[in-house]
């Protein structure tokens, strides 16, 4: 089980169903320095925790607050409080929808918190459940209506290349170090 919310880290011992490298039930990297370079924000489910050593090296310093389970409306609910709290930095990364059905409401409340930030980047979901369908395709009309969001197609880059995935068919493996959506 997880603590209060995003951001809490729990250490979990490796074991056959729990792949070596998904050895956490969730992360909270915060920003190493704060700087005036750009400040990134990444939330998300256990697919962005799998991937997010990945991540931290193509985005440098960055936040990420992922978590296994992780909805949208918890998403939505943590950055409408950091919002109250102050600005979202200059590029967020979302990915969340593999837990189950994303409804239009909670992504106008995501994307509505980040109001101001100049880059939105919305990654869609490859899970092999009913909802990956009516979520990529909300996600898409999302990134249409939210300028400046931006749709990433972790769907389209990922579908035809099952060697990346690892034990569970959505969470990146081993095999998908260094892949990123287009």
């Known amino acids: ?25 969730a992360i ?44 949208a409306a918890e998403v939505g609910a943590w950055l ?7 600005p979202l930095g200059d590029v967020a ?17 995501l994307l509505g918190a980040l109001d101001g930030v100049p ?3 919305l990654i869609n979901v490859k899970v092999p459940r009913f909802w990956e369908g009516p979520n990529n395709a909300l996600f898409a009309a ?4 939210y300028p400046p969001s931006e749709l990433l197609a972790w769907y389209g880059a990922s579908h035809p290349r099952p060697r990346l995935f690892g034990v569970v068919a959505s969470i990146p493996g081993p ?3 260094g892949a990123t959506p287009p």
């Open 142 to 145: 999302a990134a249409g209506r």
């Open 119 to 121: 880059r939105v980047l």
């Open 28 to 71: 909270h990297v915060p920003i190493a320095a704060q700087s005036k370079a750009r400040r990134v924000i990444a939330l998300g489910d256990s697919v962005m925790l799998g991937s997010a050593d990945t991540l931290q090296a193509a985005a440098g310093p960055l936040q990420i607050d992922a978590a296994v389970g992780m909805q």
């Open 80 to 86: 409408t409080e950091q919002r109250a709290a102050g």
């Open 1 to 25: 089980a997880l603590g209060t919310g995003l951001g809490v880290a729990v250490a979990m011992a490796p074991s056959a169903e729990r792949p070596e490298y998904l050895a956490t039930e």
């Open 175 to 177: 095999g998908a170090q």
């Open 93 to 109: 990364i979302i990915h969340v929808g593999n837990n189950g059905p994303v409804t239009e409401q909670q992504i106008d409340e």
